[in-house]
């Protein structure tokens, strides 16, 4: 008996069109899109960096290049002068010393009350739990100067109840300042992270013997640890570059590099040299922070992505 001939498969196609029965829509851009949404976004890198670029180009120029009616891309006698001048400047190792000290304190009060906060709201049931979460958000809305008239006065005289406190011209009135000005977003942010971590950790650790507290320290506490690094980020960054706030409430003597910055600018003119390596000086706190935990801004940035 003769078996019947198999007639072999067609071999199937690769890509096959989308039907509408399908379900399937097929999302593609053609070759002219993709090199136009590549000069774009080429044009659009340069224009964000070309500032950086001039920064660099003016802090290492004489000043008559700097003045020079044709300006030069590229110094053509680079120097190191302006970073001297900056450092032998006035008040600028003391500003930088007060930077530091202030961004230091805002950013590590406000992670510890944040995410002591940020607990509470992602964990706890309690009357009024919405609403705490709604003016948090509406509090980030508000802009810093419609804060600074009633935030001199409120510093200026500060009852303790013993005692009466002047803190308006010193370095732990802008810390405390600074700490609540990063807290809402700390702790808005801190919530998403909570709020990822599943109960069921929480309840499998107290049935293991472990207390509340065992909990917070061994489980949460670690998991959010990405969370406390991204969020720290912002805080630093606030924190560093505020201008307004302590350039109003302090003499020079104490306050950060950024309203050292402004001494640059007299009524002779602005020394764009010295400005410009102060500004390079400035950043290089940012940057070195950022370098230190870029490891788990990445993870920070989406374990909260999730829930909350």
């Given at each position: 008996m003769v078996a019947p001939a198999v007639t072999p498969a067609a071999p199937l196609k690769?890509?096959?069109k989308a039907k509408a029965d399908d379900g399937v829509i097929t999302v593609g851009r053609?070759?002219?899109g993709t090199v136009l949404a590549n000069t774009a976004g080429v044009v659009f890198s340069v224009l964000?960096?070309?500032p950086v670029y001039w920064v660099l180009n003016t802090a290492f120029k004489p000043a008559d290049e700097v003045l020079a009616l044709e300006p030069g891309f590229w110094p053509s006698n680079?120097?190191?002068?302006n970073f001297i001048s900056a450092f032998k400047a006035p008040l600028f190792l003391q500003d930088m010393l007060n930077g530091v000290v202030i961004t230091l304190f805002a950013v590590a009060g406000a992670l510890v009350v944040g995410f002591l906060g940020a607990l509470a709201i992602a964990r706890f049931s309690f009357y009024g739990r919405k609403a705490i979460i709604l003016v948090v958000l509406v509090v980030q809305l508000v802009p810093f100067l419609a804060l600074l008239i009633p935030l001199f006065l409120m510093l200026q005289n500060v009852n303790l109840g013993f005692?009466?406190?002047n803190l308006t011209d010193s370095l732990i009135g802008v810390s405390i300042t600074y700490l609540v000005l990063?807290?809402?977003?700390t702790v808005w942010t801190l919530r998403g992270f909570i709020s990822g971590i599943p109960r069921e950790l929480d309840e499998a650790a107290m049935i293991d013997g472990c207390t509340r507290a065992q909990v917070f320290w061994r489980i949460i506490l670690p998991l959010t640890g990405p969370g406390l690094v991204a969020t720290s980020v912002y805080g630093f960054i606030q924190a560093w570059n505020e201008f307004i706030i302590i350039n109003t409430?302090?003499?020079p003597d104490k306050q950060n590099l950024m309203a050292w910055l402004l001494q640059n600018q007299t009524t002779r003119g602005t020394a764009w040299g010295p400005l410009m390596a102060g500004a390079i000086i400035t950043s290089i706190p940012v940057v070195v922070f950022f370098l230190i935990i870029q490891r788990n801004i990445a993870t920070g940035l989406t374990a909260g992505a999730v829930k909350g």
């Open positions: 690769r890509r096959r053609s070759r002219t964000m960096l070309f680079p120097t190191f002068d005692t009466t406190l990063i807290l809402p977003y409430l302090n003499s």
